[in-house]
């Protein structure tokens, strides 16, 4: 039995990790793009793109019940598996 939890547990890490990466290449691209508006454009198109994915997969994860749990091999019997 997994509990769904520890799905949500991993969805923050690598939301976490997501949100550093995305800081270095904002970063990046605002010291060392081309100067001009194209730059900020592009920039401000891949925050809010981000923003959007985040939000709603954020709306979409307060709906799961988190104290349930997955039973991979709940339907399968011993037997049928390991049958000689």
Known sequence: MIPFSIFLITWLVLLGIFIIM???SIIQMLRYGLPGHGTSLTT???????????????IYLINIDWTQHIDLFGGIQQSVIFNP
């Not at 401000?44 to 954020?58: C, D, K, M, N, P």
């Open 22 to 24: 995305a800081a270095l």
């Open 44 to 58: 401000l198109a891949f925050s809010v793109i981000a923003l959007i994915v985040i939000f709603g997969t954020s």
